[in-house]
């Protein structure tokens, strides 16, 4: 296995509630990545993390926020979910110049009603 | 920000056909990747292409990385049923400060009728 996961796999949340989303990985990695799935959109970045606390925001960010404390981790919270952040959410992680394209997670799917 | 166009978005075929999709981008890639997703997973690589021109196969797969480094397609030859689910072209940033983000296409979803 690519040793990353995450969880939960499915939620259902309240309009206005925060949700935290886990990615762990076991690869060491350095670097990972927070897209999200929709229909019609393909895969796009939410934030990504270059290092321990090293973060930065992707194309779609607003309304997410992201925490890194240590190597394994990268948390994505949705700070007050809306309907429009029902989605699947993958993280993936790469070790960056040895290592092109992604391992990808199996996904969290998200309901926001 | 940088797009990538993908097509067909979705096609249909008869088992044994061949599949033809392609990528075309607004900027230069460094890197084109090809994903496959099936349902109720995250996507995995396929093919990884890294030099402008190159041509690479993977079983029945084959996939070019265009001459302009703005474009990309991917074959697929005689199709079979397990071959359904969702292809993704990626273009990953040049290295340098770019965290080797990928840029996705929409996907190009592929059902196989036996």
């Known amino acids: 296995d690519a040793g990353i996961t995450q969880s939960p796999r499915h939620k259902v949340t309240e309009t206005g509630t925060p949700v935290t989303l886990r990615c762990h990985q076991t690869?060491?990695?350095?670097?990972m990545y927070w897209y999200r799935q929709d229909p019609g959109h393909g895969l796009r970045l939410i934030h990504y993390s270059y290092g321990v606390k090293d973060t930065d925001k992707g194309e779609v960010s607003d309304g997410y926020s992201v925490s890194r404390s240590k190597t394994e981790d990268f948390l994505l919270t949705l700070e007050s979910a809306t309907s429009s952040q029902t989605s699947v959410y993958f993280c993936?992680?790469?070790?960056?110049?040895?290592?092109?394209?992604?391992?990808f997670g199996s996904g969290t799917r998200l309901t926001v009603v | 920000g940088q797009q990538l166009n993908q097509s067909p978005q979705s096609m249909f075929i008869q088992e044994g056909e061949d599949v033809s999709m392609n990528c075309t981008s607004s900027s230069i890639f460094n890197t084109w990747l090809w994903y496959k997703q099936d349902p109720g997973e995250g996507p995995v690589l396929l093919i990884a292409?890294?030099?402008?021109?190159e041509l690479t196969s993977n079983g029945r797969l084959t996939a070019q990385f265009g001459i302009t480094r703005k474009d990309s397609f991917l074959n697929i030859s005689a199709s079979i049923p397990s071959d359904v689910g969702i292809y993704f072209c990626a273009g990953q940033d040049p290295p340098g400060g770019s965290n080797y983000k990928l840029t996705f296409g929409k996907g190009t979803l592929l059902t196989v009728n036996p």
């Open positions: 292409l890294y030099k402008a021109g």
């Open positions: 690869e060491n990695h350095r670097y």
């Open positions: 993936a992680i790469t070790s960056g110049p040895t290592n092109y394209g992604y391992t």
